[in-house]
């Protein structure tokens, strides 16, 4: 898909600063996704700028900034600009800042040195079991394969909004179990959990809490079933909305290049990753910010 022409993004009355000249974006592709020019994320940014960003973000769901080169404290300014830098439990914790994880299939002594280390995954939204899932997350690209480890982002505004009315009737007020279990959440439904598997229950929609637009907040990897119906019309109904999510025309694809920051909206985005050959080496760093319960 050819992507669109250069233009100016929308602002609002907060980031018009005769200083700050508009901030300049070309679309990703027709279902979600802007791309920012002209941005060096090593400066520190004023709040005109600022604003501009975070509007830019909740209009594309998804902004990308290539051709970034970044310290782990530029990559830590930015995400401060949209929330709290939510910190990382995972053994993979190489950097200065708390918040920093390495996602990489890179090993040392035959361990890998990050986590979700080699091929595809399943459609998801990060942190979906616990209370208060991450509101964003961002990867910076420092390592990538010559093929493959694309990463696919679906825009679940629209997967809500193109819904059958009778589907939205029968998931109205509904809730839905997530659960980080990749081991099994993909292919074992049910309201059975295995032991000490995290786990959380989430509006099959939710609003946004900025922009106030309904999304279609379940996925494929994690969700393991609807509250409050039998098992055998939970896994029919979870597989409806699933196979409707995906759909491509609600999906971006992006082909990672060094030096890549792509940050995306886990409130109204699904993402997906690509296979590729385990003798390709992938580095990314990581930042998820802290979000809301959601409602």
Not at 36 to 65: F, M, N, S, T
Not at 142 to 148: C, D, F, M, Q, T
Not at 210 to 230: C, D, F, Q, S
Request: charged letters at 25%; aromatic letters at 8%; hydrophobic letters at 40%.
């Amino acid at each position: 898909m050819e992507r669109a022409a250069v233009h100016e993004a929308a602002t609002g009355e907060r980031s018009r600063d005769p200083a700050v000249p508009p901030l300049k974006t070309q679309s990703l592709s027709g279902a979600l996704g802007l791309e920012i020019l002209d941005v060096d994320l090593r400066d520190k940014l004023p709040p005109a700028r600022i604003a501009q960003l975070r509007e830019a973000w909740h209009q594309g769901l998804i902004v990308l900034l290539r051709d970034q080169v970044l310290a782990e404290e530029d990559q830590v300014r930015f995400a401060e600009y949209f929330g709290l830098p939510a910190k990382t439990i995972n053994v993979h914790n190489t950097g200065r800042h708390p918040a920093i994880m390495l996602i990489s299939n890179i090993r040392q002594d035959g361990k890998p040195i990050g986590a979700l280390p080699d091929g595809e995954m399943h459609f998801h939204t990060d942190q979906c079991y616990i209370e208060r899932p991450a509101a964003a997350s961002m990867l910076y690209a420092i390592e990538v394969p010559r093929a493959g480890g694309n990463t696919l982002f679906a825009n679940a505004y629209l997967a809500y909004e193109t819904l059958p009315a009778d589907i939205k009737r029968r998931i109205d007020g509904r809730k839905a179990i997530n659960a980080y279990d990749y081991d099994n959440a993909s292919t074992f439904r049910g309201t059975r959990l295995r032991e000490g598997v995290p786990h959380y229950a989430h509006p099959v929609v939710r609003t946004h809490p900025a922009t106030g637009r309904k999304a279609l907040y379940v996925n494929r990897l994690m969700t393991i079933a609807i509250e409050g119906l039998p098992d055998d019309e939970s896994d029919t109904l979870l597989n409806l909305l699933f196979e409707h999510q995906e759909q491509r025309r609600f999906v971006y694809e992006h082909v990672w290049r060094v030096g890549d920051l792509l940050m995306w909206d886990n409130r109204c985005t699904l993402h997906a990753r690509t296979d590729f050959a385990p003798t390709e080496r992938r580095l990314m760093r990581r930042i998820a910010i802290l979000g809301e319960k959601p409602e």
